[in-house]
């Protein structure tokens, strides 16, 4: 589908999108999507190869980019590269927290540390990112965009960890929607399903548990990236302008199935590497 048709050039061309983790996965669909609709794209990401290539295509889609090599659990990395975004693009109008860490763990195997380092990478860089990005935002009456998970508030299994990350990503969204809504600053959340050929979906699932999951999704297919790109562009538009403090789910259904199938495939796979 061709966004653009969607939506008038002249409102995105003067804005400047910044999407963390925008180097792969849905994060990058989500930045192709405000590509094509005119925005000018930053990314950041901590594999400086994998931001290049990222890069490549997105500038291949007219879009004036820029990419900073920055770890959302650093505020300090953060903030620098609003600084260096502001200067190369002009200031941020748009942020989406998008970097997050996965992997499959049961509650009782896993260390503290790799609990808190998904908590860091998923709720402190989200919070991270925001308030380096604020007094941009501020300036621009922009947008935050959290991707959140269908585990902030459904258990699943061997997700602990990013079940309360994600459960926190919410909560961050919706207080900072309600403080900031007084600097014309909106805040929502946009909850993907299984999105295809994604990191994510390769962690959590192996193809026999890919095929349980498909039953449980009402539309019977996984998510392409493109589409929660189009939920982004959709909530940074003027059609979204009374929107805030919102949680939009874009799974294909998948939530009203609850998690039992999801938790039968990984009980019956045992542990994954990841
Ligand atoms: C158990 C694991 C593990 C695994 C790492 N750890 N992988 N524990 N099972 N498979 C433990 C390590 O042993 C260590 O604990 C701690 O976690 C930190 O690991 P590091 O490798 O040192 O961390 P780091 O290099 O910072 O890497 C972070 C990471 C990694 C999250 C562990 O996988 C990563 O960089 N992921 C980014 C890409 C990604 O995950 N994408 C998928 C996102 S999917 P000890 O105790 O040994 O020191 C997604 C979809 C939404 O988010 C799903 C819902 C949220």
């Known amino acids: 589908m061709n966004i653009s048709q969607y939506f008038p050039k002249e409102e995105f061309v003067q804005r400047c999108v910044f999407i963390t983790g925008g180097n792969s996965g849905i994060n ?6 405000y590509a094509a609709v005119g925005a000018k794209v930053a990314i950041c990401g901590r594999d400086e190869d994998k931001l290049d290539r990222a890069k490549s295509e997105l500038e291949a889609l007219g879009a004036k980019t820029h990419a900073v090599v920055a770890d959302v659990r650093d505020f300090d990395a953060m903030q620098d590269a609003c600084d ?5 693009l002009g200031k941020i109008s748009d942020l989406v927290c998008g970097a997050a860490g996965n992997f499959l763990c049961p509650a009782n195997e896993m260390s503290a540390n790799a609990f808190r380092t998904v908590v860091d990478i998923d709720l402190m860089g989200s919070f991270n990112a925001s308030r380096a ?7 621009t ?3 935050v965009l959290m991707v959140s998970a269908g585990q902030a508030y459904m258990p699943y299994s061997h997700q602990v960890h990013a079940g309360a990350a994600k459960a926190g990503v919410e909560m961050l969204a919706k207080n900072l929607a309600l403080e900031w809504g007084k600097f014309g600053i909106r805040v929502n959340s946009v909850v993907p399903g299984p999105i295809e050929g994604t990191e994510g979906v390769k962690r959590l699932t192996n193809e026999k548990q890919k095929q349980m999951l498909l039953q449980s999704i009402p539309l019977k297919r996984l998510g392409q990236a493109e589409e ?5 562009v959709f909530l940074s ?4 302008a009374y929107i805030t403090g919102a949680q939009v789910i874009c799974d294909g259904g998948m939530n009203l199935a609850g998690s039992a199938l999801f938790n039968m495939g990984v009980n019956q796979a045992g ?3 990841g």
């Open 237 to 240: 538009s003027k059609m979204a």
């Open 141 to 143: 009456k922009g947008n």
């Open 228 to 232: 929660i790109g189009q939920v982004a």
């Open 133 to 139: 990005a604020f007094e941009q935002l501020k300036e």
């Open 84 to 88: 260096e975004i502001q200067i190369a």
């Open 271 to 273: 542990k994954s590497s």
């Open 28 to 33: 990058l669909g989500i930045a192709k999507c």
